[in-house]
Protein backbone atom coordinates (compact mmCIF):
# COMPACT_ATOMS: atom_id res chain seq x y z
CA UNK A 1 0.00 0.00 0.00
CA UNK A 2 0.71 3.53 0.22
CA UNK A 3 3.34 4.81 2.29
CA UNK A 4 6.03 7.97 3.50
CA UNK A 5 9.28 7.58 5.03
CA UNK A 6 10.70 10.53 6.69
CA UNK A 7 14.27 10.76 8.09
CA UNK A 8 14.72 9.67 11.63
CA UNK A 9 14.45 12.41 14.21
CA UNK A 10 15.70 14.89 15.86
CA UNK A 11 17.26 17.16 14.27
CA UNK A 12 19.24 19.80 15.88
CA UNK A 13 19.90 23.07 14.50
CA UNK A 14 21.68 26.54 15.12
CA UNK A 15 20.11 29.85 14.06
CA UNK A 16 20.63 30.40 10.23
CA UNK A 17 21.52 26.78 9.19
CA UNK A 18 20.64 25.01 6.48
CA UNK A 19 17.57 22.46 6.93
CA UNK A 20 16.90 19.59 4.98
CA UNK A 21 14.10 16.94 5.71
CA UNK A 22 14.10 13.94 3.98
CA UNK A 23 11.05 12.33 2.21
CA UNK A 24 10.33 9.42 0.15
CA UNK A 25 6.83 7.83 -0.78
CA UNK A 26 5.53 4.43 -2.45
CA UNK A 27 2.12 4.89 -4.05
CA UNK A 28 0.43 3.64 -7.55
CA UNK A 29 0.49 6.96 -9.65
CA UNK A 30 1.18 10.47 -8.79
CA UNK A 31 -0.56 11.43 -5.69
CA UNK A 32 -0.33 14.78 -4.58
CA UNK A 33 2.18 15.45 -1.47
CA UNK A 34 2.43 17.74 1.17
CA UNK A 35 4.16 18.80 4.50
CA UNK A 36 2.47 19.77 7.23
CA UNK A 37 4.06 21.21 10.50
CA UNK A 38 2.81 21.01 14.51
CA UNK A 39 4.27 24.00 16.12
CA UNK A 40 3.96 22.84 20.81
CA UNK A 41 0.96 22.90 21.70
CA UNK A 42 -0.70 23.35 18.46
CA UNK A 43 -2.64 21.54 15.85
CA UNK A 44 -1.25 20.33 12.43
CA UNK A 45 -0.79 23.00 9.94
CA UNK A 46 -0.42 22.54 6.09
CA UNK A 47 3.16 23.88 5.49
CA UNK A 48 3.36 23.24 1.54
CA UNK A 49 1.95 21.19 -1.00
CA UNK A 50 2.73 19.97 -4.61
CA UNK A 51 0.14 18.06 -6.79
CA UNK A 52 2.05 17.00 -9.56
CA UNK A 53 5.08 15.88 -10.53
CA UNK A 54 8.20 18.31 -10.69
CA UNK A 55 5.90 20.85 -8.85
CA UNK A 56 7.50 23.46 -5.91
CA UNK A 57 5.83 23.92 -3.26
CA UNK A 58 6.53 26.81 -1.17
CA UNK A 59 5.52 28.77 2.16
CA UNK A 60 7.21 31.11 4.68
CA UNK A 61 10.84 30.25 3.34
CA UNK A 62 10.46 26.51 3.21
CA UNK A 63 10.18 24.63 -0.19
CA UNK A 64 9.80 21.00 -1.35
CA UNK A 65 9.87 19.81 -5.35
CA UNK A 66 8.23 16.73 -6.14
CA UNK A 67 10.51 14.35 -7.90
CA UNK A 68 9.37 11.57 -9.28
CA UNK A 69 11.76 9.93 -10.41
CA UNK A 70 13.39 9.94 -7.08
CA UNK A 71 9.89 9.15 -5.28
CA UNK A 72 11.08 11.85 -3.17
CA UNK A 73 9.76 15.57 -1.61
CA UNK A 74 12.88 16.71 0.70
CA UNK A 75 11.82 19.93 2.66
CA UNK A 76 14.12 22.80 2.89
CA UNK A 77 14.90 26.25 4.38
CA UNK A 78 17.85 28.20 3.43
CA UNK A 79 18.05 29.86 6.86
CA UNK A 80 16.33 28.11 9.83
CA UNK A 81 14.77 30.71 12.94
CA UNK A 82 14.28 29.84 16.68
CA UNK A 83 10.47 29.41 15.80
CA UNK A 84 10.90 26.85 13.21
CA UNK A 85 11.06 24.27 15.76
CA UNK A 86 8.23 22.25 15.47
CA UNK A 87 7.48 18.64 14.31
CA UNK A 88 7.14 18.44 10.62
CA UNK A 89 5.17 15.76 8.87
CA UNK A 90 5.34 14.24 4.92
CA UNK A 91 2.31 13.10 3.98
CA UNK A 92 0.33 11.85 0.38
CA UNK A 93 -3.17 11.53 -0.40
CA UNK A 94 -4.98 7.85 -0.52
CA UNK A 95 -5.54 6.23 -3.69
CA UNK A 96 -9.59 6.97 -3.29
CA UNK A 97 -8.66 10.71 -2.36
CA UNK A 98 -10.36 10.53 1.24
CA UNK A 99 -7.29 10.43 3.61
CA UNK A 100 -3.77 11.71 4.22
CA UNK A 101 -0.95 9.19 4.78
CA UNK A 102 1.47 10.58 7.52
CA UNK A 103 5.03 9.79 7.44
CA UNK A 104 6.16 9.47 11.45
CA UNK A 105 7.33 12.92 11.73
CA UNK A 106 11.01 14.88 12.03
CA UNK A 107 11.31 16.73 15.16
CA UNK A 108 12.97 20.28 14.37
CA UNK A 109 14.98 22.05 17.09
CA UNK A 110 16.49 25.30 16.44
CA UNK A 111 18.64 27.51 19.07
CA UNK A 112 20.24 31.09 19.01
CA UNK B 1 -14.46 30.16 17.46
CA UNK B 2 -12.66 29.56 14.09
CA UNK B 3 -11.23 26.67 14.47
CA UNK B 4 -11.32 22.95 15.39
CA UNK B 5 -12.21 22.56 18.30
CA UNK B 6 -11.90 18.76 20.24
CA UNK B 7 -13.85 17.83 23.61
CA UNK B 8 -12.10 17.00 26.06
CA UNK B 9 -8.70 17.70 25.46
CA UNK B 10 -7.33 15.03 27.62
CA UNK B 11 -9.32 11.59 28.81
CA UNK B 12 -8.31 9.32 31.13
CA UNK B 13 -9.85 5.80 31.44
CA UNK B 14 -9.93 2.22 33.05
CA UNK B 15 -9.62 -0.69 30.79
CA UNK B 16 -13.25 -2.13 29.86
CA UNK B 17 -14.58 2.05 29.84
CA UNK B 18 -16.68 3.41 27.11
CA UNK B 19 -15.46 6.93 25.93
CA UNK B 20 -16.95 8.97 23.42
CA UNK B 21 -15.15 12.15 22.11
CA UNK B 22 -15.73 15.04 20.60
CA UNK B 23 -15.67 17.23 17.42
CA UNK B 24 -16.73 20.49 16.77
CA UNK B 25 -15.41 21.40 13.19
CA UNK B 26 -15.29 24.74 11.32
CA UNK B 27 -18.42 26.08 10.37
CA UNK B 28 -19.32 24.68 7.00
CA UNK B 29 -17.05 22.67 6.16
CA UNK B 30 -18.40 19.42 4.39
CA UNK B 31 -15.46 17.13 4.98
CA UNK B 32 -15.09 16.18 8.41
CA UNK B 33 -11.99 13.08 9.53
CA UNK B 34 -10.73 11.16 12.35
CA UNK B 35 -7.15 10.04 12.71
CA UNK B 36 -5.14 8.13 15.72
CA UNK B 37 -1.77 9.32 16.84
CA UNK B 38 0.42 7.32 18.67
CA UNK B 39 3.29 8.26 20.60
CA UNK B 40 6.27 9.34 18.22
CA UNK B 41 4.31 8.16 15.12
CA UNK B 42 2.12 10.04 12.44
CA UNK B 43 -1.48 10.28 12.06
CA UNK B 44 -3.45 7.13 10.84
CA UNK B 45 -6.60 7.45 9.37
CA UNK B 46 -10.06 6.22 10.62
CA UNK B 47 -12.88 7.65 9.28
CA UNK B 48 -13.67 10.28 6.80
CA UNK B 49 -17.84 11.81 6.74
CA UNK B 50 -19.22 14.33 4.16
CA UNK B 51 -21.47 16.40 5.28
CA UNK B 52 -23.81 13.17 7.51
CA UNK B 53 -22.49 10.11 5.26
CA UNK B 54 -19.40 8.07 6.66
CA UNK B 55 -17.96 7.25 3.19
CA UNK B 56 -14.28 5.53 4.73
CA UNK B 57 -14.07 3.81 7.88
CA UNK B 58 -11.36 1.38 6.55
CA UNK B 59 -9.14 2.83 8.91
CA UNK B 60 -10.99 2.22 12.16
CA UNK B 61 -9.10 -0.43 14.15
CA UNK B 62 -11.98 -2.89 15.48
CA UNK B 63 -15.11 -3.12 16.00
CA UNK B 64 -14.86 -1.58 19.11
CA UNK B 65 -14.77 1.78 17.37
CA UNK B 66 -17.63 3.68 16.29
CA UNK B 67 -18.11 7.53 14.63
CA UNK B 68 -20.98 9.35 13.93
CA UNK B 69 -21.66 12.71 12.40
CA UNK B 70 -25.92 12.19 12.50
CA UNK B 71 -26.42 16.53 11.21
CA UNK B 72 -23.13 16.96 8.81
CA UNK B 73 -21.69 19.03 11.40
CA UNK B 74 -20.93 17.87 15.31
CA UNK B 75 -18.85 14.18 14.90
CA UNK B 76 -18.65 12.00 18.39
CA UNK B 77 -15.85 9.17 17.92
CA UNK B 78 -17.19 6.52 20.55
CA UNK B 79 -14.54 3.78 22.13
CA UNK B 80 -16.01 1.07 23.49
CA UNK B 81 -13.96 -1.57 25.67
CA UNK B 82 -11.05 0.78 25.50
CA UNK B 83 -8.07 -1.53 25.78
CA UNK B 84 -4.33 -0.08 26.59
CA UNK B 85 -3.10 0.30 22.58
CA UNK B 86 -6.03 2.53 22.14
CA UNK B 87 -3.91 5.03 24.43
CA UNK B 88 -3.47 7.86 21.72
CA UNK B 89 -3.94 11.26 20.52
CA UNK B 90 -7.33 11.49 18.06
CA UNK B 91 -7.04 14.11 15.60
CA UNK B 92 -10.17 15.61 14.14
CA UNK B 93 -9.94 17.40 10.91
CA UNK B 94 -12.19 19.61 8.91
CA UNK B 95 -12.34 20.84 5.47
CA UNK B 96 -14.68 23.23 3.28
CA UNK B 97 -15.26 20.58 -0.12
CA UNK B 98 -16.58 17.75 -0.47
CA UNK B 99 -13.63 15.45 -0.72
CA UNK B 100 -10.40 14.94 0.91
CA UNK B 101 -8.86 14.85 -2.32
CA UNK B 102 -5.78 16.93 -3.35
CA UNK B 103 -5.14 20.44 -3.47
CA UNK B 104 -7.68 20.73 -0.64
CA UNK B 105 -6.81 22.36 2.93
CA UNK B 106 -7.55 20.33 6.24
CA UNK B 107 -7.83 22.17 9.68
CA UNK B 108 -6.66 20.29 12.70
CA UNK B 109 -7.74 20.21 15.97
CA UNK B 110 -4.95 19.98 18.89
CA UNK B 111 -7.20 16.46 19.91
CA UNK B 112 -7.78 14.77 22.26
CA UNK B 113 -5.26 12.82 24.56
CA UNK B 114 -6.71 9.25 25.49
CA UNK B 115 -4.78 7.79 28.35
CA UNK B 116 -6.60 3.84 28.79
CA UNK B 117 -4.80 2.26 32.42
Known amino acids: GDSVTQMEGPVTLSEEAFLTINCTYT??????LFWYVQYPGEGLQLLLKATKADDKGSNKGFEATYRKETTSFHLEKGSVQVSDSAVYFC???????????FGKGTTLSVSS | GAGVSQSPRYKVAKRGQDVALRCDPI?????LFWYQQALGQGPEFLTY????????KSGLPSDRFFAERPEGSVSTLKIQRTQQEDSAVYLC???????????????FGSGTQLSVL
Open chain 2, 93 to 107: ASSFLGSGSEGEKLF
Open chain 2, 49 to 56: FQNEAQLD
Open chain 1, 91 to 101: ALINQAGTALI
Open chain 1, 27 to 32: ATGYPS
Open chain 2, 27 to 31: SGHVS
